[in-house]
């Protein structure tokens, strides 16, 4: 029973060396295979072996606890009573060992797990945020593109502003010359106008002259 615990308690202290010591791939291989035993009938059976184990040590501190109080009442205890103390309390204390071992052994599994887990996330969460920066260096990118798109057509909406008022600038010089033209035009109808009423008069009157002449003569 002795040696099964000694055996039982290397080989715990080895799998918490491991869990607690990176050495190459034997970490995740022992996380791997601690994954197993907790899938199926394996956490049955554990809590069954640690049960017992503590159905055993409970009876080995009773039997410690006898051995005292029959020693305490004798004054003294024999050899056969001091080899079953020591050999109880040695099996008590490698069953607490281990027991108290495996405990720790589970925990350390435990938050072994999570803390893959939260590094799977962070490398996700790292993905995500070296995405989102890609995201917003491509934003920036086409901010400042359009920004200089915008600039272009200010530009070209400024030139088209400058061409329009000068086409307005010509439009209506060109309607003060055809204004002033039209003025001439109207001015020199007038005037020709005159000239005809003119004519008409200087016609009637020469037909007057003519009229008045013949009648001298006749």
Same mark, same amino acid.
């Given at each position: 029973?002795?040696?099964?615990?000694?055996?039982?308690?290397?080989?715990?202290?080895?799998?918490?060396?491991?869990?607690?010591?990176?050495?190459?791939?034997?970490?995740?291989?022992?996380?791997?295979?601690?994954?197993?035993?907790?899938?199926?009938?394996?956490?049955?059976?554990?809590?069954?072996?640690?049960?017992?184990?503590?159905?055993?040590?409970?009876?080995?501190?009773?039997?410690?606890?006898?051995?005292?109080?029959?020693?305490?009442?004798?004054?003294?205890?024999?050899?056969?009573?001091?080899?079953l103390?020591?050999?109880?309390?040695?099996? /008590?204390s +490698?069953?607490?060992?281990?027991?108290? &071992?495996?405990?720790?052994i $589970? *925990?350390?599994?435990?938050?072994? @797990?999570? #803390?893959?887990?939260?590094?799977?996330?962070?490398?996700?969460?790292?993905?995500?945020?070296?995405?989102?920066?890609?995201?917003?260096?491509?934003?920036?990118?086409?901010?400042?593109?359009a920004?200089?798109?915008?600039?272009?057509?200010?530009?070209?909406?400024?030139?088209?502003?400058?061409?329009?008022?000068?086409?307005?600038?010509?439009?209506?010089?060109?309607?003060?010359?055809?204004?002033?033209?039209?003025?001439?035009? /109207?001015? +020199?109808?007038?005037?020709?106008?005159? &000239?005809?009423?003119?004519? $008409? *008069?200087?016609?009637?009157?020469? @037909?007057? #002259?003519?009229?008045?002449?013949?009648?001298?003569?006749?």
């Amino acid at each position: 029973m002795i040696q099964l615990l000694f055996l039982v308690l290397f080989a715990e202290g080895i799998v918490a060396l491991l869990l607690l010591v990176k050495i190459g791939p034997l970490r995740e291989l022992v996380i791997k295979s601690l994954d197993q035993l907790k899938m199926g009938k394996g956490p049955a059976t554990v809590k069954t072996i640690a049960g017992t184990m503590s159905v055993i040590l409970l009876s080995s501190l009773m039997s410690i606890i006898k051995i005292q109080n029959k020693g305490a009442k004798l004054g003294t205890m024999s050899p056969m009573d001091q080899v079953l103390w020591r050999t109880h309390l040695l099996e /008590a204390s +490698l069953m607490g060992f281990t027991l108290f &071992l495996g405990f720790i052994i $589970d *925990r350390m599994h435990h938050y072994l @797990q999570k #803390l893959v887990g939260l590094r799977s996330n962070m490398g996700a969460s790292k993905e995500e945020l070296e995405r989102l920066r890609k995201e917003k260096t491509q934003l920036k990118e086409k901010e400042e593109k359009a920004s200089k798109e915008l600039k272009l057509l200010q530009e070209e909406i400024s030139k088209l502003s400058e061409s329009l008022k000068k086409v307005k600038l010509e439009s209506e010089e060109k309607n003060r010359k055809v204004e002033t033209a039209e003025a001439h035009v /109207a001015a +020199l109808q007038k005037q020709a106008a005159d &000239l005809l009423l003119e004519y $008409d *008069r200087l016609l009637e009157d020469n @037909q007057n #002259l003519q009229n008045q002449a013949l009648g001298y003569k006749g």
